[in-house]
């Protein structure tokens, strides 16, 4: 009877540290699939994600660049683009404070790295444009924050928030060339998700009071 009554203890203990774990997974901000793009620079088939179901996302790229000429890029283009459609699970009560990305690819001549992230709550995003003009050609990391002005809203209950991310490389002169490929498995963007409670006034406050 006693070995009965400390079997029936450890599985109720088994499954009461299971049902924690989902519980802590399904209430901690992170990137959701499925994730949408479209664009020159990543066709179907040209992309690979890693991440998903954690606060840091990693893009790698398979045809995403430009030339000048045209023909020297895999992409076939002067100017190319990549635009993603990122869900993001918040908790109730909790808001992204601040969202990281560092871009790197390689850059040679004179050319653009443009980006724009905005969350699908937001009027206005954000509009980033790096220039390159390196005759030799360099290897970049271009890192990326969005400021606080930049916080989701806060709401009562548990929600996904679309992130939006448009991006484009541009070849501006001869012989120039920028890509975000994966040649070297370096070339890629790495997504990282910040949070904090919501607050008012400085304090935090109690989810159930926002309706």
């Keep these: 009877m006693k070995n009965t009554i400390t079997t029936i203890a450890l599985i109720g203990t088994l499954t009461a540290s299971i049902t924690t774990s989902v519980v802590a997974a399904q209430d901690t901000v992170h990137f959701n699939a499925p994730i949408d793009f479209a664009g020159t620079g990543c066709p179907v088939g040209s992309m690979t994600f890693a991440g998903e179901g954690t606060a840091t996302l990693t893009v790698m790229f398979g045809s995403y660049d430009a030339a000048n000429p045209p023909a020297d890029a895999s992409s076939k283009l002067q100017r190319s683009s990549c635009n993603f459609a990122v869900p993001v699970h918040i908790p109730a009560g909790w808001q992204i404070s601040l969202l990281t990305s560092d871009w790197r690819g390689f850059a040679a001549g004179e050319a653009e790295l443009h980006r724009e992230y905005f969350f699908a709550d937001q009027t206005s995003g954000i509009t980033l444009i790096t220039p390159f003009n390196d005759p030799d050609g360099v290897d970049y ?8 002005s930049s916080y989701t809203a806060c709401h009562s209950e548990d929600r996904d928030v679309m992130l939006r991310i448009n991006s484009n490389v541009q070849a501006k002169s001869d012989d120039s060339y920028i890509s975000m490929d994966t040649i070297d498995m370096d070339n890629k963007v790495i997504l990282k ?7 008012r006034d400085g304090l935090p406050f109690i989810p159930l009071l926002l309706l």
């Design 141 to 148: 990391t271009e890192s990326d924050s969005l400021e606080s």
């Design 193 to 199: 998700l910040n949070s904090r409670t919501c607050r």
